[in-house]
């Protein structure tokens, strides 16, 4: 017997690079298969394959090829996706980004990822601040029931939009352990072979290269930090370009006997021995609904640094090191790790028992709980 309502799970949002919502719903699909989730999903056409060898006991449909930039997305989205969900006889709808139909007759669950459209506006562009503001208001009071990775982002929903009546859920996103783990030697050496490093040392960041993840200031604190001493670590900071004009400025400022690198997107089988190989991993978001880099680094053991910013103290406990987001902050904390092997340790070990806590069936259970309220109301 299938566990849960019959599922219709909306990932033609997921971008080819599977970044973003990417990871939510590419963890999510396999995990719901294997609680028996009664599961279809409908996704770009290049993703058929994709989904099919992650959830093969699913149904995959692909949605049509005029779908694939954004605005014909949308538009598809308000008739398309709420007709399939009839077609499909689906209990419940899941729009895993922000969105949803408008006219649907069948009960909607939304994701909901975090709230710094509110709390943090000068972080985001302003055509995408405005979008995302919009949407959410509107699948917190139109959906049956919504999704949010911590309780930090409800919190925050509560307290900056006034529409959070009881009907939000918070499921903490997990980390695959088949992926993420303490590394081998061997795993270590690929991902330092694939980036050319020199140094014999690294500091490393993962994350979109956009202003909450607050890269200038971890540039400014690594230089500080490591300035004046003997074989200084590399900052490698890997992810994608978004739209932080400021970067490569800070960049440029770094003195040539210093090793900085921005390599942009790590093969997935690469980020076990990036992250696990790094001196520190080093994330100084200011503004976070989850933070899953820490979380995927505390699995691969590093000794992980970041900020007290919105959910990041939920995911990482007393496992893991803060520091203020400044870069006179940054390069404190940073200074004391690399000079204490022993605290990196301890770090390390107590990173690897919290992130264990978090998994992915465990997101998927409380998805499921979220399908049967939905249908319930």
């Not at 993962?206 to 004046?228: C, M, Q, Y």
């Not at 696990?276 to 640094?305: D, I, Q, R, T």
């Not at 900020?307 to 496992?319: I, K, M, N, Q, W």
Request: hydrophobic share 45%; proline share 8%.
């Amino acid at each position: 017997m299938a566990a849960g309502p019959r599922t219709l799970l909306d990932a033609t949002a997921v971008p080819a690079d599977r970044g973003g919502v990417g990871r939510y719903v590419d963890q999510l699909v396999p995990a719901l298969e294997q609680l028996g989730a009664d599961l279809v999903v409908v996704c770009q056409p290049r993703d058929v394959e994709h989904y099919g060898r992650l959830a093969p006991a699913a149904e995959v449909v692909a949605a049509p090829g005029w779908i694939t930039g954004r605005p014909a997305r949308l538009v598809w989205e308000q008739v398309g996706l709420a007709r399939l969900a009839e077609q499909v006889r689906a209990d419940v709808l899941h729009c895993p980004h922000y969105t949803m139909p408008l006219r649907s007759r069948v009960p909607v669950v939304t994701t909901l990822h975090d709230a710094t459209f509110f709390s943090h506006p000068d972080v985001h562009q302003p055509v995408k601040r405005v979008f995302f503001r919009s949407w959410t208001r509107t699948s917190l009071r139109r959906a049956a029931r919504c999704v949010v990775p911590s309780r930090a982002t409800r919190d925050e929903l509560a307290r900056l939009t006034g529409g959070v009546h009881g009907q939000v859920d918070v499921a903490h996103h997990g980390v695959d352990p088949a992926t993420f783990h303490v590394p081998d030697a061997d795993q270590v050496a690929a991902a330092r072979a694939h980036l050319g490093l020199r140094s014999s040392r690294y500091v490393a960041f993962l994350g979109t290269i956009e202003p909450r993840k607050n890269v200038p200031h971890l540039v400014e604190g690594w230089r500080s930090a490591v300035a004046g001493t003997e074989a200084p670590p590399a900052l490698v900071v890997a992810g994608g370009r978004g739209w932080d004009d400021s970067v490569d400025a800070v960049v440029a400022a770094v003195p040539p006997e210093l090793e900085v690198l921005l390599p942009g997107y790590l093969p997935l089988d690469l980020l076990t021995g990036f992250l696990g190989g790094a001196e520190v991993v080093a994330y100084p978001s200011s503004a976070e609904g989850f933070g899953l880099p820490v979380l995927e680094a505390m699995a691969c053991g590093a000794p992980v640094l970041t900020t007290r910013a919105l959910a990041l103290p939920e995911v990482g406990g007393d496992a893991v090191e803060y520091a203020e987001p400044t870069a006179e902050g940054i390069a404190a904390a940073l200074r004391g790790l690399l000079a204490d092997p022993a605290r990196r340790a301890e770090l390390s070990a107590a990173a690897v028992e919290r992130a264990a806590e978090f998994t992915w069936t465990a997101c998927a259970e409380q998805h499921l709980r979220s399908y049967s309220a939905a249908v319930g109301r």
